[in-house]
């Protein structure tokens, strides 16, 4: 059965994120936060400054608060979903963090997590194709 979790992948399949990629220390992500936020969506800011290590790549940071998300489940599917596209997209060597600025998943919004997914998968390639484009410019 496709999806299914017990069946074991393959070593070759599995695609990480690796710890060089992320930003992990809180003075990183203060550094990353006093910059004025690039970009917005409906329910994203995205703050990104130039990677100032010598053997610089893009790296990302995600804030989920427990506020605008109250169910792990919620939080969790934003963070990976995030990951997943800054892993597929081609970004110069910046510091970029995803900030979640207003609530998911109300009673308003998407229930299930395949329309959660869809809703925040649009916003966040919005959010990184503005980097990439203004990072051409």
Known sequence: MTGDRSESPSPGSIVGFPRD???????????????????????????TRLNPLPDAKARLGVVAAKRLAPRAVTRNTVKRVTRELFRLTSLPPVDCIVRLSKPVNTKAGPATTASLKRELRGELIKLFASQVVVSKV
Do not use: Q
């Not at 990629?21 to 703050?47: C, G, M, N």
């Open 21 to 47: 990629r992320r930003i992990v220390k809180t003075d990183e992500f203060s550094s990353v936060f006093r910059l004025r936020p690039v970009y917005r969506t409906a329910h994203f800011v995205l703050y």
